[in-house]
């Protein structure tokens, strides 16, 4: 049988083999773009700031059901739109090769990762610095295949943090691909402040001598990834906050997110038996951590006094590090504002996996007379409260069921969008995102880049639901990560945990919390789409495969 291979090169007949025809390609001209998804066109193109935070859970935030104060994140879901049904791939590195290139991780070598990105790809500034774009970076990078965000990604300016051991102390950073000193502890240095001051720089530098320029801002937060690491007075606005526990938490969030219209299933049963591979055992985290510490969710009636007052005083950190990050994006905003680039600015929200069950200890270790949260302390969120920042779905990040990969996603563009506090439930992949901003920057993916041709795009644009939910199809959205497997088809979803785990298939449109499995009575159609499932994975490795790609 002939197949679309010759001599070793991965062609376009493969890659539609594996992904149906039309997925990849920008679905809209650029006038047509214009006039559908913008409804009101700006003087000029719009300007980009793509915010990603870092192991948030879906209801952390106010306008997702949360009760941790995010007022500016809140405004900008006021003031834009709240997509409902978003995915990230479950985990930090295949996620932000998914916003930067536009493929699925498993396409590029990034899941797991592989070598050098292949020879054929393109990171969002590739696209946008023909246009006249000038691009920065702020934060966390995590392509492994392009190590370098100036060099290899295309970014004008970067700071790169790579040391998400240390918030207050990173060993491992760069500006512009050059090393900078290791920062002491008693510096004053926070992370998420100093992300956040780099890209106000970027901003400010780019109103002095390139106004008449548009811009893309990639800020990407540290937060709240482990360790638990705040701020004493962001600490203190939640101190106590949380000692009601986490099935109190969990109920409250739930039923703000229906009554926000977000979600209409029922609440998810806790999972105590599950916990990431990886963590610590009980043994090791009580002779670490102390006595309060607890490694499964479990009922927060069964815990001790003991557990609890550590546990309500870990969420108070994961809460601080948030509150902080909204009150940073505050100040990028602000920037904004002031050099009258606000308006114009398409702002872009989203998580890069759910929250964290992991209990790990890294870094400079855990210092166990330190005050929780500081640089000598080293806490995890763990399985109790993770559950209940990915309220209302099952597990947690690095899993693929809803509690992995839902993620939240704003979009606030006042020069381009009518819509002003409006939901869309048009399901998305953060594929789509990098699509997104091309067509609003009314630009095409073009099908060669150094004059060689190049594969399609994965994702669709999501323009179109800008201005009218359920405007934007896909034929599937795919997951893959540490065995953990998924494939949706419409309201059709396939799961499943752990390598050589059972598939389980649930109907989103009435059970998003994939509380009922659908398998045993649907043997064909759990047949059908595993089998798809693996079609497209088999494709995808294979297209990694190659540097070499032919029409």
């Not at 900078?180 to 901003?203: E, F, N, Q």
């Not at 209409?264 to 009580?286: D, F, H, M, T, V």
Request: glycine share 10%; hydrophobic share 35%; net charge positive.
């Amino acid at each position: 049988m002939r197949t679309g291979r010759t001599r070793g090169r991965w062609t376009r007949r493969d890659f539609l083999a594996g992904v149906a025809a039309g997925v990849g390609a920008l679905p809209w001209s650029v006038a047509r773009g214009a006039a559908t998804a913008k409804q009101s066109t700006p003087a000029r193109q719009p300007n980009f700031l793509v915010i990603v935070a870092d192991d948030m859970g879906f209801s952390d935030a106010g306008c997702y059901g949360g009760e941790i104060l995010t007022p500016h994140l809140d405004a900008l879901a006021a003031g834009g739109i709240r997509f409902t049904q978003v995915y990230s791939t479950g985990r930090c590195w295949p996620s932000r090769a998914c916003i930067l290139t536009g493929y699925y991780a498993q396409q590029v070598r990034m899941d797991p990762p592989k070598g050098r990105l292949p020879a054929w790809t393109r990171l969002a500034p590739h696209y946008l610095k023909p246009l006249g774009y000038r691009c920065y970076h702020s934060g966390k990078w995590h392509i492994f295949g392009a190590p370098k965000p100036v060099g290899d990604g295309g970014f004008d300016r970067s700071y790169h943090l790579a040391d998400q051991d240390r918030f207050f102390s990173p060993q491992r950073h760069w500006e512009d691909d050059r090393p900078l000193p290791p920062v002491s502890p008693d510096s004053g240095y926070y992370a998420t402040t100093a992300i956040a001051d780099h890209a106000i720089r970027c901003l400010t530098e780019h109103a002095e001598k390139h106004a008449g320029r548009p811009f893309f801002e990639y800020l990407a937060f540290t937060s709240p990834h482990f360790p638990l690491h705040a701020l004493q007075e962001d600490i203190a606005r939640y101190r106590g906050r949380y000692a009601q526990g986490w099935d109190v938490v969990r109920k409250a969030r739930w039923q703000r997110l229906r009554d926000m219209g977000i979600i209409n299933c029922e609440l998810s049963a806790l999972q105590p038996g599950i916990k990431p591979g990886w963590n610590l055992s009980e043994e090791k985290l009580r002779e670490r951590i102390g006595p309060g510490e607890a490694g499964r969710a479990v009922p927060w009636n069964t815990l001790t006094d003991t557990q609890k007052a550590l546990q309500a005083t870990k969420m108070a950190i994961h809460a601080g590090m948030i509150d902080r990050m909204d009150r940073e994006i505050g100040r990028v905003l602000d920037q904004l504002k002031a050099m009258g680039a606000y308006e114009n600015t398409v702002v872009l929200f989203v998580s890069d996996n759910g929250a964290s069950a992991e209990q790990i200890i890294r870094g400079d270790k855990h210092d166990r007379a330190a005050a929780p949260g500081s640089w000598r302390s080293y806490l995890c969120l763990g399985p109790g409260w993770s559950t209940a920042a990915n309220t209302p779905f099952r597990l947690h990040k690095s899993w693929v069921h809803e509690g992995g990969i839902a993620s939240p996603l704003i979009v606030h563009w006042p020069a381009g969008l009518r819509a002003r506090g409006e939901l869309r439930r048009n399901p998305g992949h953060f594929v789509d995102l990098l699509p997104t901003v091309l067509e609003l920057a009314g630009a095409r993916a073009s099908p060669a880049w150094k004059g060689k041709p190049v594969p399609p795009l994965a994702g669709r644009s999501l323009a179109p639901a800008l201005a009218s939910d359920g405007t934007v199809s896909h034929d599937f959205l795919f997951f893959h990560h540490s065995g953990n497997r998924a494939l949706r088809v419409g309201d059709w979803k396939l799961v499943s945990a752990g390598r050589g785990g059972p598939w389980e298939l649930y109907d989103l449109r009435t059970d998003r919390c994939e509380s009922n499995n659908l398998a045993p009575q649907h043997p064909d159609k759990t047949r059908e789409l595993s089998e798809a499932w693996q079609r497209h994975e088999t494709q995808f490795r294979r297209m990694a495969a190659s540097d070499q790609w032919q029409e």
